[in-house]
């Protein structure tokens, strides 16, 4: 894995005796070092072009991670949403950029979503500042925890996926991944890399937008959790683009719900809204 490579590389040998002795062993001894220093140099090449390796063990680092930050954006930074996922209990807080109206007339949408239950921030009702809807389920868990499990998946199960350089991500150094992802092939697939059902789910979404292939790059910090993702594709609609942005590991504040005083039921929402 990355991070371990990482981590032996940063370990020298202790240099022997004063002065200048290192000039007085020759140039066999220089030879030595620098076939060691080769050697580690292509242990590490070879753990960074392990795409299927180091892909799988960052999707499962960070899926188990307690909290995490998601920013996700259309092309060019559109679309953008600033998500915060919690693991346990299941949680998220999602603020995301849309087109004003009468409800949004910031153009901001602003949900909560904890135990089956989506709380969205309103103005509409007097002395309240939700209202909730009974969703079920996990309330918005998946898109807040980002497409982590199917780009790391769908990237593992291509062939022409590969290392394409190590580059920084918010300052931290991290391996740049990238694999052209054939869905008709990627809907076939029957090995260990991706879910049968997430398998299926990703290529319908896919193909529904009117896509044959996606372009995925993967960004893999030395410590083996996701920094990046970015998805690229050709649809019926133009050029489609996901990007995402992971930060703050497990260092999300604990997700609550709303107090309950501050919240509208649903009918009072829609009694607010129709009131003139």
């Known amino acids: ?42 242990a590490r090449t070879d753990a960074r072009t392990d795409a299927r390796t180091v892909l799988l063990a960052a999707a499962k680092k960070t899926g188990a991670q307690a909290s995490y930050k998601t920013v996700q954006t259309g092309q060019g930074g559109s679309d953008r949403s600033e998500m915060l996922y919690q693991r346990k209990p299941a949680a998220t807080v999602i603020k995301a950029e849309v087109t004003k109206s009468a409800v949004n007339p910031d153009g901001i949408s602003h949900m909560l979503s904890l135990g089956g239950t989506t709380y969205v921030k309103t103005d509409k009702v007097p002395g309240k500042s939700w209202y909730s809807m009974d969703v079920g389920g996990g309330g918005g868990a998946p898109r807040a925890a980002g497409y982590v499990p199917e780009f790391a998946g769908a990237l593992a199960a291509t062939k022409s996926t590969k290392w394409i350089a190590e580059e920084k991500i918010a300052g931290r150094p991290a391996d740049h991944y990238r694999g052209t992802v054939v ?43 996701v920094l990046k993702s970015r998805e690229t594709g050709e649809g019926s609609k133009g050029r489609e683009v996901i990007n995402e942005e992971y930060s703050q590991f497990g260092a999300v504040p604990k997700i609550a719900a709303p107090a309950a005083g501050t919240v509208a039921t649903w009918d009072e929402f829609i009694s607010a809204r129709a009131t003139p």
């Open 1 to 42: 894995m990355t991070a371990a490579v990482g981590a032996a590389l940063t370990m020298t040998a202790a240099g022997c005796g004063g002065g200048d002795g290192g000039s007085d062993r020759g140039d066999g001894a220089g030879k030595g070092r620098e076939n060691k220093s080769d050697a580690r140099t292509d």
């Open 183 to 225: 869905l008709r092939e990627l809907a076939e697939y029957t090995g260990a890399a991706l879910d049968e059902d997430l398998r299926d789910a990703y290529v319908e979404g896919a193909q529904k937008q009117g896509m044959k292939s996606v372009v995925i790059d993967m960004w893999v910090g030395k410590d083996d959790l």
